[in-house]
């Protein structure tokens, strides 16, 4: 039982990265999921989550307007489209299950996916 992030990498300021969130061994389907990411010497913050069908979506402020979470249960892969990267979200990404709408998640967490935005 797995969920795992890819799709990581070294973009510059202003450019685009998508980001999957597979998961292996159950089922994402009725499920709300959430993108957290966890900057060096910071704390995990919350990003962006999707209820169990994608038609809800809630963001954080910071990435609000840039960033899109979706979800293809068919799939069972949840992304996150990011635009108009900045150096500040420069972080490793983690998608994980939420046991609280919108922005508690469920204490476990699978690997996660380095995105680093250079100036």
């Known amino acids: 039982v797995q969920l795992q992030a890819s799709g990581g990498g070294l973009v510059q300021a202003g450019g685009s990265l998508r980001l999957s969130c597979a998961a292996s061994?159950?089922?994402?389907?009725?499920?709300?999921i959430g993108w957290f990411r966890q900057a060096p010497g910071k704390e995990r913050e919350f990003v962006a989550a999707?209820?169990?069908?994608?038609?809800?979506?809630y963001y954080a402020d910071s990435v609000k307007g840039r960033f899109t979470i979706s979800r293809d249960n068919a799939e069972n892969t949840v992304y996150l489209q990011m635009n108009s990267l900045k150096p500040d979200d420069t972080a490793v990404y983690y998608c994980?299950?939420?046991?609280?709408?919108?922005?508690?998640?469920?204490?476990?967490w699978g690997k996660g996916t380095q995105v680093t935005v250079s100036s």
């Open positions: 061994g159950f089922t994402t389907e009725n499920r709300a």
């Open positions: 999707a209820n169990w069908s994608g038609k809800m979506t």
């Open positions: 994980a299950f939420l046991r609280m709408w919108p922005n508690t998640p469920r204490d476990y």
